[in-house]
């Protein structure tokens, strides 16, 4: 039960960052290069989103028994080698691991107007990893 818990709160964070995302989808370049706290608000969120699918990803991962990822675009590679998410799916999410560690460590270098350019499909693939997660963790609960 404990497991479950701590899953559908990463999807709750997951939901409310997507929800603000999805809100400033519609945001032009200029507002967003000279708008500082609507650029940070958008980048945190961004980040909240892509870390917490990370970290349910490396939770199931260890919930079935298997090895920690040694590197968080492992993470959506090896969801979709054990069918949690297909694996073709698996290699669409796989970059979001390198945009997550520029927006944690090279943050300087995030660039506006590729963040408004992906920002609906980073969206919207987010959202269907939820939708996968969901169906895993009820399939889960049915096994028990």
Same mark, same amino acid.
């Given at each position: 039960?404990?497991?479950?818990?701590? +899953?559908?709160?990463?999807?709750? $964070?997951?939901?409310?960052?997507?929800?603000?995302? *999805?809100?400033?989808?519609? #945001?032009?370049?200029?507002?967003? @290069? !000279?708008?500082?706290?609507?650029?940070? +608000?958008?980048?945190?969120?961004?980040?909240?989103?892509?870390? !917490? +699918?990370?970290?349910? =990803? *490396?939770?199931?991962? !260890? %919930?079935?028994? =298997?090895? &920690?990822?040694? @590197?968080?675009? %492992?993470?959506?590679?090896?969801? /979709?080698?054990? /069918? #949690?998410? &297909?694996?073709?799916?698996?290699?669409?999410?796989? &970059?979001?691991? /390198?945009?997550?560690?520029?927006?944690?460590?090279? $943050?300087?270098?995030?660039? &506006?107007?590729?963040?408004?350019?992906?920002?609906?499909?980073?969206?919207?693939?987010?959202?269907?990893?939820?939708? $996968? #997660?969901?169906?895993?963790?009820?399939? !889960? +609960?049915?096994?028990?």
């Amino acid at each position: 039960m404990y497991f479950r818990e701590k +899953a559908l709160e990463k999807i709750r $964070y997951m939901r409310l960052s997507l929800s603000y995302l *999805e809100s400033k989808k519609g #945001v032009k370049l200029e507002e967003l @290069t !000279s708008n500082y706290e609507l650029r940070s +608000a958008i980048e945190r969120n961004l980040h909240v989103a892509i870390e !917490s +699918a990370l970290a349910l =990803g *490396e939770m199931i991962i !260890s %919930e079935l028994g =298997g090895e &920690p990822p040694e @590197t968080n675009r %492992e993470v959506f590679i090896r969801l /979709g080698e054990i /069918g #949690v998410i &297909p694996s073709n799916f698996a290699e669409r999410l796989a &970059p979001l691991a /390198g945009l997550r560690n520029i927006l944690v460590h090279q $943050y300087n270098r995030v660039d &506006p107007q590729k963040i408004l350019e992906f920002l609906p499909r980073i969206i919207r693939d987010l959202r269907d990893y939820i939708e $996968y #997660v969901m169906i895993f963790l009820s399939e !889960s +609960a049915n096994e028990s």
